[in-house]
């Protein structure tokens, strides 16, 4: 008989799982941490940070920034989607090896400023030859490719930002998933790129149905459609994938959400108690991005107030008893900054003091002196 699992079961352990109804204790590595969460987006890093501050006890941007560019126990590179995300050094051989198994999807640029596939792999190969042993900013290595491949990279045929960028960042994303380049420290107000620890990469095999398992552990039960959307991949693949792991019994089906979906195999203990608490998560925090179905984790107004067109991450979200309750905003000034809380749903007393305290938290956090304004955000969607 299949195992029927209910939302308020998955969704207490979710919460678990990923350090959000009980943090992680005072001295887990932070590497630990964003492991857990299967890597925290970081195209703002402010974000980043306070999404793995809510998860660990005492943690600050200055523990994340340290992991970071101090202990190196975490690299900024190009993970799940393409996006830039924190993930753990030490896991580098199953990351690039999983993220470039997973099969890409026809190319979003115009005809005449696509590359070839040789042409890609040998941008990766000249960023690699570039970045052996030294730092350079965008400007640096693009010269670098440049001279490295030929005047066809350097052409200015990519939209972006109000302006044109070269060829060859196309693939940049791919070579930061092949561990070619990760983000090293700011030069001066400037990005740098360098190389990513040494790594000897997992088999691809392995590495997905790794891949697989570690997804569905974080975010499961989920389907094979949930997976592909988290990884950017084609749903069709993804099926086959989780077809391939069941036979080989690595994943097993149970009922969820009014349907068959995945666990891991024998991944079948769930908490008996619903899941209980307030928590603030800032832009693209993973447990949004994970978790689904989505008209479950964003029900009633949350779905159309915290969603942007279907899409999870544009908004900070506040979380009330594992479920999306309302957005949140926050703006700095100097050492002070104002968190504006915009509740969907009443709060108790109870949960208004909780919410107080996980304003202070996000100071706490962040190193600024908090104020908590409840009201409504007026800020838009991240872009």
Known sequence: MTLRITWDEASARRLERQFLSVPARAGTPVAEVVGAMLGAHAQVLSAAEVSVGVRAEGVTRADV???????????????????????????LSFWTAALTA???????????????????DEVVAAITDALAGTSLTIDELSEAVVARTGPWAG????????????????????AGQRGALC????RGRKVTYTRPPQFRPMA?????????????????????AH????????????????????DAGEIEEVDFAGGPAWVAAGDTDFPGEPARGVRLLPYFDAYGIGCHPRELLFPGAAYERALAGGQAGNHPVLLIDGVV?????QRRSGRRTTVTVEPLVRLTAAQERELARQVDRVGEILEAKPELVVGKVTSGPHA
């Open 204 to 224: 691809a095999d392995e590495a997905l149905s790794l891949l697989v398992r570690r997804y569905l552990r974080a975010y499961g039960p989920a389907t094979a």
């Open 183 to 186: 983000l090293g420290p700011n």
């Open 102 to 120: 997973i099969p890409t999807g026809p190319s979003p640029f115009a005809k005449d400023a696509r590359m070839t596939a040789a042409q890609a």
């Open 65 to 91: 920034r340290a992991a970071l560019w101090d202990e190196r126990s975490l690299v900024k590179t190009y993970g799940p989607r393409g996006t830039l995300h924190l993930l753990p050094a030490a896991g």
């Open 155 to 174: 052409d200015l045929v990519m939209p972006a930002f109000q302006g044109m960028w070269p060829r060859w960042r196309q693939v940049m994303h791919r």
């Open 325 to 329: 309750s309302g957005v949140w905003h």
């Open 227 to 246: 997976f592909a959307q988290w990884a950017a991949a084609p749903r069709g693949w993804a099926r086959d994938l989780c077809a391939t792991l069941a």
